[in-house]
């Protein structure tokens, strides 16, 4: 077993420290040994070393809590889960800890660098209820992005196309003439001054959840979001750089509960444009 796994880990892995450490484990939880025998079809399981987290700024508004739904509005660059370098720093972790509610889990995805609402359910319970709701597109989204004015778009707009992105890659991309899967409605809601001069508030009703979704529509409008790392161009930004938030927020949600059948609607704390942070 020991030659089969520095066969099969990189060589940033230290795998005699942590056989000797007896930190590779089988399913029975029985610590693997140099000199096992190697086994097909075995599963050896081992937590990876993390590098040091920095502190993600920004406080985690508590909007709204009961029995079942816990509804937060999330700063920009704090992570939902806990998923590659971002695992203490994430909402999931941290109101885990914060609230006492151990099966504390996301409905829906966010972002880490966009903020605004997320909704998670206090209990695996009431996850299926909420989750269906969103999968039939029963609940209503409203997003704000900050973005450079084009005169000469019309607004009102509807955009639809359709959006694929390939596992491993860093940006998404339309495919022209495939069918439609992602749909955005987009109108200018006020000007505002910015550092780039005159800059539109857009008020954003997405009908679909692709991923990246609203930041490729935009930029496929010529109106790329402020301080968007990916579009239109990828930019190398540091980790723990949390100066240029990206300006897209999570801004409204509203929906019929599927529990009880009240009607819910939760407005996010923040308002663009979103300032700097650390």
């Known amino acids: 077993m020991g030659a089969w796994l520095r066969h099969r880990l990189p060589e940033r892995v230290d795998v005699p420290g942590m056989l000797a450490e007896g930190r590779f484990v089988g399913e029975d939880g029985r610590a693997v040994r140099e000199d096992d025998p190697y086994a097909q079809q075995r599963s050896v399981y081992f937590h990876r070393d993390l590098r040091d987290e920095p ?11 009961d029995e079942r ?13 806990p998923r590659g370098g971002h695992v203490m720093q994430s909402v999931v972790v941290r109101l885990r800890a914060e609230l006492d509610l151990p099966e504390l889990s996301p409905l829906h995805r966010l972002d880490r660098i966009t903020s605004g609402l997320l909704m998670l359910a206090t209990e695996r319970r009431w996850r299926g209820a909420y989750q269906t709701a969103f999968e039939r597109r029963a609940v209503d989204k409203t997003y704000r992005a900050l973005a450079p004015l084009r005169p000469d778009l019309e607004l009102p707009a509807v955009v639809r196309n359709h959006i694929r992105k390939e596992r491993g890659t ?36 997405p009908r679909t959840g692709r991923t990246h979704q609203l930041r490729l529509h935009l930029h496929g409008l010529g109106i790329p979001i402020v301080d968007d790392p990916l579009y239109p161009v990828v930019q190398d930004v540091a980790v723990d750089d949390f100066s240029r938030p990206l300006q897209l927020l ?6 019929t509960d599927p529990v009880d059948g009240q009607p819910r609607r939760f407005r996010s704390v923040r308002s663009l444009p979103l300032a700097p942070a650390g």
Do not use: M
Not at 56 to 63: A, D, K
Not at 69 to 81: Q, R
């Open 170 to 205: 860093w940006c998404a991309e339309v495919v022209p003439g495939a069918p439609v899967n992602a749909e955005t409605g987009v109108e200018l809601e006020r000007e505002v001054d910015g550092q780039l001069g005159r800059q539109g508030v857009y008020r954003l009703t």
């Open 55 to 65: 502190e993600v700024p920004g406080r985690i508004h508590l909007v709204h809590r």
């Open 69 to 81: 739904l816990v509804v937060v509005d999330k700063p920009p660059f704090l992570s939902t889960i």
């Open 250 to 255: 999570a801004a409204e949600v509203a929906f």
